[in-house]
């Protein structure tokens, strides 16, 4: 009489019975453990397993590949929603654009700057220790009957946003992308603090310049077709220069250059491990240089160098 045969079963679930085996590990799995694989089935654990040791795929400047350009839905959200917290209370423009410099009187009025001033009057701005306006300016916009474009500020910001973000985020990455935004709207901020001080600026444009410029820099790294690249970067540079009577180019400017100081150092870091020190390191010398010259400038106007 032949020994009865021994029962296997899957080692996640004792209770089954199993006659399948992992390729990879050789234990036994029922199907509800199944993965499908190169060649026959392996189990949960060295499915996961091979995910980690694959390497993932990064574009050419280092980011890691994304389908959806989920950081610019959410950059084009947030000024939405800033938009609409104007709507509800316009204060919020006054409280957090960008302003360098400016004095309220004791009847709640703007006045010209001045370094020495009565106490019936009060300092605001970046001068005022007021440093978030360097950055919460680029995501307010003119409210719908203000200034000369009104509602199309934001109109024409986010729509900009839209078509040119997807394509930079697609290259650079999710967080690469977001560091690049940043430093762009913050340059934009710093070269209106050092050139304007007084004057109230806001709006996403000096960010989106940053994005163009980054555009540019990117399509000549991948050795594109520049001929379609040159028409947008000089219609962007026609717009620089066409709308400074009526928008800040300084602004405009500062967004721009920063992008591109940011873009150059993504794009000529070394392609080995080295690669996001490198970018890390060019993006913390500029945000340093940034902070650097608001500081020395707002000592200037304050005289207390």
Partial sequence: MEPESAVTTCYRHPAVESHVRCTRCERYICPDCMREAAVGHQCPECV????????????????????????????????????????????????????????????GGHYVWQAAYSSDFHAVGVVDGEWYRLLTGAFLHLPPTEGTFGILHIVMNMVSLWNIGRVVEAQLG?????????????????????????????GASGAIFGLGAAYYVMARRLGADMAQVNRF?????????????????????????????????????????????????????????????????????????
């Fill in 48 to 107: 996961r397993e091979g995910a980690r040791s694959v390497r993932q795929a990064r574009t050419a400047f280092g980011g890691r590949i994304t389908a959806v350009p989920l950081v610019t839905y959410v950059l084009i959200g947030l000024n939405v929603l800033a938009y609409v917290g104007e709507l509800v209370r316009p204060a919020i423009v006054d409280r957090f654009e960008m302003l360098g410099v400016g004095l309220v009187g004791p009847d």
């Fill in 174 to 202: 999710r967080l690469r992308y977001v560091v690049l935004y940043l430093l762009s709207a913050l340059g934009g901020s710093v070269l209106v603090l050092l050139i304007a001080p007084d004057q109230p600026t806001l």
């Fill in 233 to 305: 970067m000089a219609g962007l540079l026609l717009w620089l220069v066409i709308s400074a009577w009526a928008t800040s180019w300084q602004g405009h400017l500062g967004g721009m250059l920063a992008g591109a100081v940011v873009t150059l150092g993504y794009a000529y870091a070394p392609r080995d491990g080295r690669r996001a020190l490198v970018q890390a390191g060019a993006c913390a010398v500029l945000l340093v240089v940034l902070l650097v010259s608001a500081w020395v400038k707002v000592a200037e106007l304050t005289g207390a160098q």
